[in-house]
């Protein structure tokens, strides 16, 4: 081996070890709802309170057991999980793919962001909410704590690309960072984000970094 392809060696080794230290896991989520207390309460009775099934990865959010009836124009969802707690805004997420079964477009929007999107029907039973907007699919991103983004040098709000490792690797672009000391470090993508990328439990990504 020549000096030269030492040097290239020993930095892609500099390079793998950087980027191992900088990797987080992969988390895919399904279709689930957010709710307001004024729907919960519609749906389930006044002052209800939902009931936590099981912790999520990001402090304090959490899946719970009550299920919801989401229902579109074509076609509907029946056990569709509802994660806590509650919100200022009851907030539907789905796939793109979820939005063909439904026969309804929704727009890729950051968590939140629920203006002008289209509503959808939630039942539970007899009980319906028809919502007048709400219906997203959320825009794929990375919630950092503010340690790990200092590390790996990117702020709030900031688009990168991220390299999602396994056996179907894929690097998705257009991936927005999500910074706040209530997070803990990880990506979420879709059920068809997850599928593209042939994801598993524990499968990693690192954000690339524009040269
Ligand atoms: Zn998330």
Redesign the pocket.
């Known amino acids: 081996m020549s000096l030269d392809q030492l040097v290239d060696k020993i930095v892609e080794k500099i390079q793998d070890e950087l980027e191992s230290r900088e990797s987080f896991e992969v ?1 895919a ?1 399904g279709r689930h709802v957010h709710l307001s207390q004024k729907d919960l309460d519609t749906l389930f009775g006044h002052g209800y309170q939902l009931t936590k099934a099981k912790d999520l990865s ?1 402090p304090g959010q959490y899946a719970c057991q009550e299920r919801l009836t989401v229902l579109g124009p074509k076609g509907s969802f029946h056990n569709v999980v509802i994660l806590g707690p509650v919100r200022g805004e009851s907030q539907v997420e789905v796939s793109l793919t979820d939005c063909l079964q439904l026969g309804t477009k929704a727009p890729i929007r950051e ?1 939140g962001d629920i203006e002008g999107t289209p509503g959808v029907i939630l039942a539970n039973g007899n009980k319906v909410v028809s919502l007048d907007k709400g219906l997203i699919v ?1 825009k794929r ?1 990375v ?1 950092m704590t503010p340690e790990d983004a200092a590390r790996a040098g990117v702020e709030n709000h900031e688009i990168v690309q991220v390299k999602v490792e396994g056996e179907r690797p894929l690097i998705f672009d257009d991936v927005v960072i ?1 910074v706040s000391p209530k997070f803990a470090t ?1 990506m ?1 993508i879709d059920y068809d984000e997850a599928n593209a990328c042939g994801f598993k439990k524990g499968t990693r990504g690192h954000i690339i970094k524009k040269k």
């Open positions: 988390e989520s990001q968590s959320a991103h919630h999500r990880y979420h």
